[in-house]
């Protein structure tokens, strides 16, 4: 079969591509506002180019004219820290995609451990293996509820092991698949 994309509402053409493009790395994204750390996973979430390092993200609206959270705080500080999910912490991020007021930190109502290893830029989830710390370099201007942002990677937290002698990488990243959570195997 073939679908005509314009006869699909918005949330069926959100359905198809996110089952379809997959799987897709979570973006779990720390920002700060006011002394409120703000923590939430994005999954519209590729790398771009790595000269220069820079990544991209989408990120909706909390309500009709509202940008999320991190939206706004990127918008505002020009500076996000994406840490990635592992088996370890999935429940924690699930948590993290509920709606709270902007006051609220998702890591003080869910007593998820952060720790800050760079002062300039806002903390990071203790559990992660690997986490990026990124200044705001573009916005992307598109119609519709969307905004995706361009983050430029000014550093990187690996975990102690996890980077071998030929600069790879040994991570255990959990990403997205539609709806689900799925863990990467080797094939
Ligand atoms: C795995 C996962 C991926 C998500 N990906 C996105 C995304 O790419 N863009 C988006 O706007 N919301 C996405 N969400 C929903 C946001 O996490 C949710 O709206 C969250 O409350 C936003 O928080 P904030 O207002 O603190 O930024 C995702 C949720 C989950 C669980």
Known sequence: MIIDYKEVNDLNRYKIMSDTVVPRP?????TEDDGVINAA?????????SNPAVVIVSIGEK???????????????????????????????????NNLDKEDSEVQKYEIEVERPLNDFPPMISSTQTALFCEFYQKVDIPGKTTPIILEVKKQYIEDGRLDERFHVHVENVGRSGAFFKAMVDL
């Open 26 to 30: 979570i973006a779990w994204i720390v």
């Open 63 to 97: 309500e009709k004219g509202v940008p999320k959270d991190s939206l706004h705080n990127i918008l505002k500080h020009k500076k996000a820290t994406i840490c990635f999910v592992n088996k370890e912490n999935t429940e924690q991020v699930k948590l993290c995609a």
């Open 41 to 49: 996973p994005f999954s519209y979430f590729v790398p771009l180019s």
